[in-house]
């Protein structure tokens, strides 16, 4: 789950803002839990479309 939608209950802001710190600390959080939670969405449809491809190029090669 990437954080930058996500809403404070505590202060009401974006929790990626870290306006509090509850913020500042789930913010943290989430970011240790989880490499991939950084990235936004276009970052992590681009890596799909790399893997995808190599995967493809992989089967292509060793089906010659």
């Known amino acids: 789950m990437t ?3 996500l809403v ?3 202060c009401a802001a ?6 509090c710190p509850v913020c500042r600390a789930n913010r943290e959080r989430l970011q ?3 490499f ?6 276009t970052a ?3 890596l799909l479309a790399v893997l995808i491809a190599a ?5 292509a ?3 010659a």
């Open 3 to 5: 954080y930058d939608r």
């Open 8 to 10: 404070c209950a505590n």
């Open 14 to 19: 974006p929790v990626n803002e870290g306006r």
């Open 32 to 34: 240790q839990e989880n």
């Open 36 to 41: 991939l939670g950084g990235l936004n969405p």
């Open 44 to 46: 992590l449809i681009a």
């Open 55 to 59: 995967v493809a190029l992989l089967a």
């Open 61 to 63: 090669h060793q089906t």
